[in-house]
């Protein structure tokens, strides 16, 4: 019944801007974690920025590469999420999916696909330098 539906990705000159959706439909529960990984072709899928959302307010965590430069948050009924990209690198260029589970967010750094239930099914980034 949850369902998470990316969008807001293309192609982008290095430098330049994006903002990503994740639409959430049928998760309404009080406590829980939403995330935003990437995978390159030929690499390992990696967490981007993750966002820890509770009645009382939230918790955000980024990956070194996007620290300064991108900016997860959420709309006011907690279920979108966004991913806020700037000044973006050749190397920010992956497949970018969002992610969700009950309850609080791993420590991004050792975060891994299997620490989330509910996937997108993706939105491509191409960043040209």
């Known amino acids: 019944q949850v369902q998470l539906v990316e969008s807001g990705g293309g192609s982008v000159q290095a430098g330049g801007s994006l903002k990503l959706s994740c639409a959430a439909s049928?998760?309404?529960?009080?406590?829980?974690?939403m995330a935003w990984f990437r995978q390159a072709a030929g690499k390992q899928r990696e967490g981007v920025a993750s966002i820890y959302i509770y009645p009382n307010g939230d918790i955000v965590d980024y990956a070194d590469s996007a620290k300064g430069r991108f900016t997860i948050s959420q709309d006011n009924d907690h279920n979108t999420v966004y991913l806020q990209m700037n000044s973006l690198k050749a190397d920010d260029t992956a497949m970018y999916y969002c992610?969700?589970?009950?309850?609080?967010?791993?420590?991004?750094?050792?975060?891994?696909?299997?620490?989330?239930?509910?996937w997108g099914q993706g939105t491509q980034v191409t960043v040209s330098s």
């Open positions: 992610a969700a589970d009950r309850g609080r967010c791993p420590l991004l750094a050792r975060a891994r696909q299997s620490d989330y239930i509910y």
């Open positions: 049928g998760f309404t529960t009080d406590y829980k974690c």
